[in-house]
């Protein structure tokens, strides 16, 4: 449900997974869905209830606007199918509840399409956070400064009725990726600015503590030519900081304090990284403090880790991989997912949190 730019995207890498095969597409405008289905030589139903209630489908996508997530998954359900949603899960706590018990009641797959865990690089810096090879994590943020030329004034994710605002649109991507890293957070503060002469949130930011200490920053703003569009992830610790350049990030660099030992650990969490040695220390010199703790480093030094891949194909790998690891749960129930629709609802409750804050503050 939903043949948008994204929509067709995500569907050229799903039929890529070994055992999925496309049955038929819907969207809003029946020239859009017959467009695409002639694509794929499937069949265009003319809306989302004609394609539902296809015997031979087992499992819906739905890649439609976010105030159509809810009733289009409800619909879905209902029907005795299993759900893919893109992100927001739904625009309110009550409407995923909704969604999440009626799946629970049938026995079916419901899932929100976080697909950022499934990067190769998520689980690398999962496992820097978890080895504590750079000590405690104390601090992070992204920053994201988005393009907005392909959202022109009368689109509907400036419209919050439809779109939830820029933190239920779009930041529950990256409140979930912290938490996978961090576990649960609490929004603290959070702001907002609105475009000039216009009714148009433009940028929003906030404030996330994890745990008792590490406070994380957001910031999203949608105003930027799409030449200057780019994106910022970074994690701070006691003895270096890792850091992601891109929305669907294919490197990080890694830059630290450490010992022998330390090194090596590393470069085991990073197979296949540039190390360069930027200062190195020696004797006496190898020892310095950090909140007031002893620490021992024989180097100052850079890790460079590239995937190898470009945006695009990093892109289509977390969604086949996303697509994999439900399949896997569907004909395993035994199978242990890295995304549930828990994950969904979480991300949900801390962008509605922000984004009251926000409102609130402004």
């Not at 467009?35 to 296809?54: H, I, M, P, T």
């Not at 009368?154 to 529950?172: C, N, P, Q, T, Y």
């Not at 992601?244 to 630290?256: F, K, N, Q, S, V």
């Not at 994999?324 to 129930?333: E, F, I, M, N």
């Amino acid at each position: 449900m939903g043949c948008g730019g994204f929509g067709l995207f995500a569907l050229e890498h799903f039929t890529q997974v070994p055992g999925v095969e496309l049955f038929g597409v819907a969207d809003t405008d029946p020239g859009k869905a017959s467009e695409v289905a002639g694509r794929f030589s499937v069949g265009a139903f003319r809306d989302a209830a004609s394609l539902v209630e296809q015997p031979d489908v087992d499992l819906i996508y739905i890649a439609t606007p976010p105030f159509l997530h809810y009733p289009h998954s409800m619909l879905a359900l209902q029907a005795g199918k299993h759900v893919i949603c893109e992100k927001p899960l739904a625009l309110s706590l009550q409407d995923a509840d909704e969604m999440m018990d009626k799946a629970r009641q049938g026995g079916l797959l419901l899932v929100c399409n976080l697909m950022q865990r499934y990067n190769p690089l998520f689980e690398a810096v999962r496992r820097l956070v978890a080895d504590g090879v750079l000590g405690q994590p104390l601090h992070g943020y992204f920053e994201n400064y988005a393009k907005d030329e392909p959202l022109p004034a009368g689109h509907w994710f400036w419209d919050r009725v439809k779109s939830g605002g820029i933190f239920v649109e779009h930041a529950v991507h990256f409140f979930d990726l912290f938490e996978g890293w961090l576990g649960p957070g609490k929004v603290e503060a959070a702001q907002r600015a609105i475009r000039p002469d216009t009714s148009i949130e433009e940028h929003v930011q906030c404030t996330v503590r994890y745990g008792q200490t590490v406070l994380v920053n957001f910031y999203h703003g949608f105003h930027q030519p799409a030449r200057l569009d780019r994106q910022e992830t970074r994690l701070v610790f006691e003895r270096g900081d890792v850091t992601l350049e891109g929305w669907i990030p294919t490197a990080a660099r890694i830059r630290a304090i450490a010992d022998e030992k330390d090194t090596r650990r590393l470069c085991e969490l990073f197979p296949g990284a540039a190390l360069k040695t930027i200062e190195t220390y020696n004797g006496a010199h190898r020892l310095c403090t950090g909140r007031h703790k002893r620490l021992d480093a024989c180097q100052m030094m850079e890790l460079a880790y590239d995937l190898g891949q470009t945006k695009e194909q990093c892109y289509g790998y977390l969604l086949r991989a996303m697509l994999k690891d439900q399949v896997a749960w569907l004909r395993d129930p035994e199978h242990e997912r890295l995304i549930t629709a828990e994950n969904g609802r979480q991300s949900l409750a801390t962008a509605l949190e922000a984004d009251r804050l926000a409102r609130q503050a402004s």
